[in-house]
């Protein structure tokens, strides 16, 4: 019996079947593929159609559904590519004002980190998202999770490995896999991109379509499109909100989450490069009276040559995202450097080590007990005002203490952040989690980072995108099967 186009697949070799276990022939012909952990870049320039010659498509054959898909990240590749492979005759269109998948290809320092394979239930992974947590508990990750994300890259040709704090990244170590691998499926299946354009309107006709104005940089020529379905996945940039105010939403106030720290410490930043596998970190901001357990986090940390990046500190900065965007994201960050040892535990490592390398310099032999960089240890011994030349025999019991306490209790001022995702966006009671579509405006779905969810680094907001993604295709496939 043939499946229909909306049934879930698993991979299998290189068969696909359903959840049934019924087989329905190879996912992909091109085997070479399951050899490379690497996609052939492709490009549209040969085989795109432009905005123009679907107005005339349009024109001829007004019959034809069409999508039209605000975003060419990852939420929105990977929705289009969702619609176009479940509903093959359905038009889908892609517009991104920039490069596509930019997001993608420079995240995780160019390795791109795809989703996090620790947390499979779908309550514990709903933790990790400090704006959407209680919303994404119910139904959203069943629907496509971080075991579905692995299976799809796997089946298309694309192997991913899982670190030891769960993040998973294709064995390559490259983002270009991921970016070739969903552009060349994009392309496979037939979704237009066109990039360089910018809808800037977006209105709905007597008809029940939309009217969709889209510019072409830098002459700003204008072309009015018409589509059935709408989906805005523009990330957490202006323009997506814009338009969705334009369809008649409101938006949370978007504020930056997910950001490096800068740090008030020219001597700090020379150390650029300098890495930490295991600290604690202590956000303390002005007007804070509670205390939030979260803005304790454990974990790598990474001197930059502004202060502090890493996976503890953004996982800080995506809790207190408002906090410190109402603090003018001023406050002071205490660094433990060895969470695993007692203060007490810390003057004795410190005083045995005095006793045992009398004659060695202070800078120049830390105790192996703290692993900390020689880099950094002779920071501490700077700041702590002392000679770097002094002999470890010379070091009084007072200067062990400063020592001891700079280890434990280090202090940091916050002078700014530097970004990378945002907090605010559509709210989510105007959205149907079941479906992304809209609670406004029939057949407007939305997906990704311009909805008001974001997580912490690890892989989640990557998954927000590939799961918000796969339901606002799935769910525009159903409907344009059921008005075919």
Request: glycine fraction near 8%.
């Amino acid at each position: 019996m043939p499946v229909s186009p909306l049934g879930g697949q698993r991979c299998l070799g290189s068969q696909a079947t359903d959840f049934h276990g019924r087989h329905h022939g190879p996912i992909f012909s091109h085997s070479r593929l399951r050899d490379h952990h690497r996609y052939p870049k492709v490009t549209f320039k040969r085989h795109r159609i432009s905005i123009s010659s679907m107005q005339q498509h349009q024109q001829q054959q007004s019959y034809e559904q069409v999508l039209v898909v605000i975003g060419g990240g990852a939420a929105g590749i990977f929705g289009a590519i969702r619609a176009k492979n479940a509903v093959p005759q359905l038009k889908v269109l892609v517009v991104e004002k920039g490069k596509p998948l930019t997001k993608v290809r420079i995240s995780g320092g160019g390795r791109c980190n795809v989703t996090n394979g620790h947390f499979i239930d779908t309550m514990i992974l709903a933790d990790h998202y400090p704006r959407g947590n209680r919303e994404l508990r119910g139904s959203y990750f069943k629907a496509h999770g971080p075991k579905d994300t692995v299976t799809w890259f796997s089946c298309h040709g694309v192997q991913l490995k899982t670190e030891e704090d769960g993040r998973m990244f294709p064995v390559s170590d490259s983002s270009s896999t991921i970016v070739d691998c969903l552009l060349s499926e994009a392309h496979k299946n037939g979704v237009l991109l066109e990039s360089g354009r910018i809808a800037t309107q977006i209105s709905c006709n007597d008809n029940g379509r939309f009217d969709i104005v889209v510019a072409k940089a830098p002459d700003n020529l204008k072309q009015t499109i018409q589509a059935d379905y709408l989906l805005i996945a523009t990330g957490g940039c202006r323009q997506g909100y814009v338009l969705a105010v334009q369809l008649g939403h409101t938006i949370v106030e978007p504020r930056p989450s997910l950001f490096t720290f800068k740090i008030k410490d020219s001597d700090l930043n020379k150390l650029a490069g300098v890495s930490f596998s295991r600290v604690r970190a202590k956000l303390k901001l002005p007007n804070l009276q509670k205390s939030i357990p979260q803005l304790t986090q454990v974990g790598p940390m990474l001197v930059t040559h502004w202060g502090f990046s890493g996976p503890v500190i953004l996982r800080l900065s995506a809790w207190a995202a408002r906090l410190l965007f109402s603090s003018a994201y001023q406050g002071t960050l205490l660094v433990d450097f060895v969470p695993d040892l007692h203060v007490d535990d810390v003057k004795n490592i410190l005083l045995n080590h005095k006793r045992k390398y009398k004659k060695q310099k202070l800078q120049n032999l830390a105790p192996p007990e703290f692993h900390l960089p020689k880099r950094f240890w002779q920071y501490l011994v700077e700041h702590q005002g002392l000679d770097k030349n002094t002999l470890w025999a010379s070091v009084s019991h007072h200067s062990l203490q400063l020592l001891a306490s700079s280890i434990k209790y280090c202090s940091f001022d916050l002078s700014g952040k530097d970004e990378f995702v945002t907090a605010g966006g559509v709210p989510l009671s105007e959205i149907n989690l079941n479906t992304m579509e809209s609670r406004i405006c029939p057949n407007l779905f939305f997906a990704g980072e311009v909805i008001n969810v974001d997580g912490i680094t690890g892989g989640f907001n990557f998954q927000n995108a590939w799961t918000g993604g796969y339901i606002a295709g799935t769910s525009i496939a159903k409907s344009a099967l059921s008005h075919s």
